[in-house]
């Protein structure tokens, strides 16, 4: 169908989510109070925000997420040439995944991998 | 024969009478997506009932159990009255909330799975868009459902569903580069991102029969690294009952919440529906070498069957899954993909390359 298809998947997507949520806003009974709207935490009263820092490995995973995502991004277009160019594409691919694994392997090394 | 059975015969058949029933190329365009959009939310409905249905019998036979079997002929409409209970529901919204992410993440996660359909050869010539990058799309938009999943987490305001969205974060993006890498080494042997290039590439055998133990390793590691990306078990900590009662979507009732449950299922066909194509030949009848009589039987099974057959065999293995294998903890999960299945689908992919390079496959 082309491009066009997007556009359609997005409208249905948004129609179908849309129209369930407005339905059961219709047929469903609401009746507000204070209790509903608190935080669900098994009964026990909720301290403070839910909005704080939380821990860093997280973002030390997002950085080496990214490293390797770029790594991604350049070997699909290798993949798809890679038979018709031949050797010295493997060469080169191998040189290039060679560099990445010695990040791992720093990062693995200076403790970004170990959780807490 | 092959008019009377396949999908593509009778999406021309309707194509070609409502250009004649209708004469204007606008009317007949119009029309037509009207008619595509219904069917793929008629499709995608059914889909997550007979998988929800699914799913509850599947486990309640491992567990020697019943499962639902009063609502309907062996208990196949009860997810229809569970859908009609989550209607009635009240949409609850918390005090705290951010309000607007909080109604925002569901559209997300339906616009994005919905997304991802377009790509998917659902048999012989039948397919929404056959983009020329198709592998690399369904791998770029799938990541898309991930800003949902943080963005219902945070604006819950809900310490269960931070920590849920967190970790489901972390697990969603790490597994994300194994998966890609099992992927490009199917694309390395087809030279084409294009689904329909990779499944016909597969005519005189599948990828996981012709690709040696390179593809073979790939397969196990899809399949792997797809379980944590849909947050299934034994990679399920996002929405770990015991500890974190319902993880990133535990504020949400009702409607919303149905929501986040069908993405969640169509996700798994979607995975599932990948694996098929990739590893085991979509669409394409199974086939031995000169056999001809044989070959010839399997050819008269229609090719959506075949897809969908393949497709759920693969749910199935990763239902199976769930009631085979504990939950890992975080450590241990971020430890499998790091220190296990990123360099080994590395090394994989240079094997792949080597037998390539050598023509070993078929």
Not at chain 1, 47 to 75: C, K, N, P
Not at chain 2, 169 to 193: C, D, K, M, N, R
Not at chain 2, 281 to 298: A, D, E, K, L, R
Request: aromatic content about 14%.
């Amino acid at each position: 169908m082309g491009s066009v298809s997007l556009i359609l998947l997005l409208i249905c997507g948004l129609a179908f989510a849309g129209g369930g949520i407005f339905l059961s806003w219709v047929v469903a009974k609401t009746k507000k109070n204070a209790v509903k709207g608190e935080p669900y935490e098994c009964g026990i009263p909720t301290t403070g925000t839910s909005w704080i820092q939380f821990h860093v490995g997280y973002y030390l995973f997002a950085l080496i997420f990214l490293v390797f995502d770029v790594e991604l991004v350049f070997l699909f277009p290798w993949a798809v040439v890679v038979t018709k160019v031949g050797w010295t594409a493997l060469t080169e691919i191998v040189i290039f995944m060679f560099i990445l694994f010695m990040g791992l392997l720093y990062a693995w090394k200076k403790g970004a991998l170990k959780w807490m | 024969m092959t008019l009377l059975y396949s999908l593509s015969g009778l999406s021309y058949h309707i194509q070609s009478w409502l250009t004649r029933l209708l004469g204007n190329t606008m009317a007949v365009l119009v029309s037509e997506m009207v008619i595509v959009g219904l069917c793929l939310i008629g499709f995608l409905v059914l889909l997550s009932f007979t998988l929800g249905y699914m799913e509850r019998r599947v486990a309640a036979f491992m567990q020697l159990r019943l499962g639902p079997n009063r609502v309907g002929p062996k208990g196949t409409l009860q997810i229809i009255a569970d859908t009609i209970k989550l209607l009635f529901k009240e949409g609850l919204t918390p005090t705290n909330a951010d309000k607007f992410m909080f109604n925002l993440a569901p559209y997300i996660m339906i616009i994005t799975t919905m997304l991802v359909t377009a790509p998917l050869a659902f048999a012989r010539n039948f397919q929404i868009w056959d983009l020329n990058i198709g592998v690399f799309y369904v791998s770029a938009v799938s990541s898309i459902s991930v800003i949902g999943i943080l963005m219902a987490g945070w604006s819950s305001n809900n310490k269960y569903s931070l920590l849920g969205a967190m970790r489901s974060g972390a697990q969603i993006v790490s597994y994300e580069l194994s998966i890609g890498l099992s992927l490009i080494s199917i694309v390395i042997l087809t030279g084409s991102l294009r689904i329909s290039d990779i499944v016909m590439s597969q005519q005189n055998g599948w990828w996981i029969f012709k690709g040696h133990l390179p593809a073979l390793i790939a397969f196990v590691i899809f399949i792997v690294a797809s379980t944590a990306e849909i947050n299934r078990a034994p990679f399920d900590l996002a929405e770990a009952e015991q500890e974190l009662t319902a993880g990133f979507h535990t504020e949400y009732a009702g409607m919303k919440f149905a929501m986040f449950l069908l993405s969640e299922y169509v996700n798994l066909f979607i995975v599932s529906a990948l694996a098929a194509t990739l590893f085991l030949g979509g669409w394409m009848p199974f086939h031995i070498g000169s056999w001809s009589g044989f070959n010839h039987v399997m050819d008269f099974i229609p090719s959506s069957l075949w897809f969908m057959g393949k497709t759920f065999f693969v749910i199935f293995i990763i239902m199976w899954f769930r009631w085979t294998f504990p939950r890992l903890r975080v450590d241990q999960l971020l430890n499998l993909e790091w220190k296990y299945l990123l360099p080994i689908s590395m090394l994989n992919v240079l094997l792949m390359t080597l037998v390539a390079l050598l023509g070993w496959h078929g």
